[in-house]
């Protein structure tokens, strides 16, 4: 896996919502906010419960988890449910670092790790790593080291992301594109399309410097073969020079922007409705435009070379144990970890859903890659670069580049001024945190 070592998303829908739509099979209807992972059933079994993002529970992310939940029940004489709460992203971290009824096991992002390490008796997980090494070859090598604490494994790695470019493709057909034989391999290509896009009177793209990191510091992935990326007494190894391009790069892209702001919903609408050619989204949206009927294909953030390193700041979550000083009950939440993370767990996810991975066999196998979003994010995961280190730092610095790019396309940097404004914002956090 080619990748420089270096932080996600989640629609949200309400917890009454989820239960009024009934629960999950096999789980407590009980659940909630309030369920605390220390209560067992009368019968002497195990009552666990398990927090996770609120679309997981959705559609058919709903229903793989429903049936996950629902085999793991019958295979295990010592549990006698499992309650599956769902919460948007604030609340889960917020619940979490909150340390008040805390579940057993929970589903967050690999970029709070440390955070949780601070907050929660994370239960040590290394036992499944040691018993059974086909299972923890399976993941990406950096997705074990990441979730390696001190010698001891404290998560286990679930699924990941690039952003990735969904192209328009009645957009390209009116601007006389050849969609399907005109790829983007490359920045050049990219700007080729914008500008006939934008020749044929439709709008390019949204703007790729401002309103969040993932455009401008997907920009800067591509060049993560040539960023020293690391931290040394308390500052960044990374050197501004090693930025400059990035920063062009964005320049580049104002003159096809329309100005609306990365994620947001006008610029949604706009690519929804045939007026806009090209849009950076995360792979979870992709069943908005499905259900919209309009018509694209998926792409990659382009590489600088033909056949070179493409970009887009990868994202992960993890599955995390809350350790509850009962070892029989430690056993039960470390089985359900193991099931998350084994082969055909991930593979059905992968397969039905799309969206990718932590485990490295899964990524490669082509029977779980029957979509093309998840083909897409397969080669993805190959370059790019992550967000953070996770697991180890809890500083973000990919995302000091959100308050930088608008300077450089508003005319207030040059390029190079803001590379170097950059990693002097990336050593202020660095400096806030401590590390």
């Not at 952003?163 to 006389?176: D, H, K, M, S």
């Not at 399309?193 to 309103?211: E, F, L, M, N, P």
């Not at 950076?280 to 018509?295: F, L, N, S």
Request: with cysteine.
């Amino acid at each position: 896996m080619k990748r420089k070592s270096l932080l996600v998303k989640v629609l949200s829908v309400s917890l009454a919502c989820l239960m009024a739509a009934g629960s999950l099979a096999g789980c407590n209807s009980g659940g909630g906010g309030e369920v605390s992972g220390s209560q067992t059933a009368t019968d002497g079994k195990y009552d666990l419960t398990f927090w996770t993002y609120s679309d997981m529970v959705l559609n058919d992310q709903g229903k793989l988890l429903d049936g996950w939940v629902e085999d793991f029940v019958a295979e295990n004489d010592d549990v006698n449910s499992i309650s599956v709460v769902a919460k948007d992203d604030a609340d889960l971290l917020t619940s979490l670092m909150a340390g008040v009824g805390l579940p057993d096991m929970f589903c967050a992002a690999g970029r709070d790790s440390v955070s949780f390490q601070k907050a929660i008796d994370l239960l040590d997980l290394t036992p499944l790593y040691e018993e059974d090494q086909e299972w923890s070859d399976g993941f990406y090598s950096e997705a074990r080291d990441a979730v390696t604490i001190d010698g001891k494994k404290l998560a286990v790695p679930f699924m990941t992301f690039v952003p990735l470019i969904f192209r328009n493709t009645t957009v390209l057909e009116a601007a006389g594109i050849d969609w399907e034989n005109e790829p983007l391999d490359t920045w050049e290509d990219f700007y080729d399309q914008c500008q006939r896009v934008k020749d044929a009177g439709y709008d390019a793209t949204h703007s790729w410097s401002t309103g969040h990191f993932t455009c401008p510091a997907g920009i800067l992935a591509c060049d993560a073969e040539n960023l020293t990326i690391g931290v040394e007494n308390g500052k960044t190894t990374i050197k501004p020079e090693q930025c400059v391009r990035a920063f062009e790069t964005i320049l580049a892209m104002e003159q096809y922007s329309n100005g609306m702001v990365y994620a947001s919903q006008a610029a949604t609408e706009a690519f929804k409705t045939d007026q806009l050619a090209f849009l950076c989204a995360g792979p979870w949206t992709e069943p908005d435009y499905q259900q919209a009927g309009v018509k694209y294909d998926i792409q990659l953030i382009p590489a600088y070379e033909e056949g070179g390193w493409t970009g887009g700041c990868e994202g992960q979550d993890w599955m995390y144990g809350v350790d509850s000083g009962d070892e029989g009950r430690n056993d039960a939440i470390r089985r359900w970890l193991k099931k998350m993370g084994d082969y055909e767990t991930q593979k059905e996810f992968t397969r039905v859903i799309g969206r990718s991975t932590l485990r490295e066999d899964v990524m490669h196998d082509p029977e779980a890659l029957e979509l093309d979003v998840a083909k897409k994010l397969s080669q993805g995961l190959e370059c790019g670069m992550y967000q953070m280190d996770f697991g180890h730092s809890s500083v973000f610095w990919v995302s000091a580049i959100t308050d930088v790019a608008p300077l450089v396309t508003s005319g207030e940097l040059t390029p190079e001024e803001a590379a170097q404004k950059y990693v002097d914002a990336i050593n202020a956090l660095y400096a806030e945190a401590g590390e």
